[in-house]
């Protein structure tokens, strides 16, 4: 096991519980999507305006296949595991959790933020849906469903981390 990947709808946690992980085991963390605009020098919005949806998850496809190999906290895209290619290559170079949510929790999280283009081009009803059809993808995907709801970030943080420690020294 190489990596940690952390997999679920946008609004989670899976940026917030990744560095919070990278800091407790003392591995690198990255934010896919911080990942993919650095390398592009463009904003996330501005790489759906310019390549469309379907350019952004090619680009996390890539960043998945070319990613260096190295011990890591990589929290991924919240589209990221629609992919089957993307979810074949998270479960073969590591372990995948799958923070589970309810869409009360999301919604209140990213209902206005800014930096989320598909929040800003849908209803609250079009988003729920997209979370339910979802959601089977991040379940195919993952080794691990982490419930979030009533648990704090550090109480994630600490099952995820034992989770690991114990497939590592297991």
Known sequence: MKRVYLVGFMGSGKSAIGKRLGTLLNLP??????????QTGMTIPQIFETYGEE?????????LRNFHDEYCIIATGGGVA???ENR???RRTGLVFYLNSTFRDI?????TDRNRPIVQQSSRYELEKLF????????????????????TL??????IASQIIRLKNG
């Open 88 to 90: 074949k290559i998270m």
């Open 154 to 159: 550090n109480e994630i943080t600490q099952y």
């Open 132 to 151: 339910h059809n979802r959601k089977p993808f991040y379940l195919q995907s993952a080794h691990f469903k982490v419930e979030t709801t009533n648990r």
């Open 55 to 63: 350019g952004f998850r090619e680009m996390e496809t890539e960043f």
């Open 29 to 38: 963390f990255y934010d896919m999507d911080t990942e993919i605009a650095n």
């Open 82 to 84: 629609m992919r089957e």
């Open 107 to 111: 919604w209140r999280r990213i209902s």
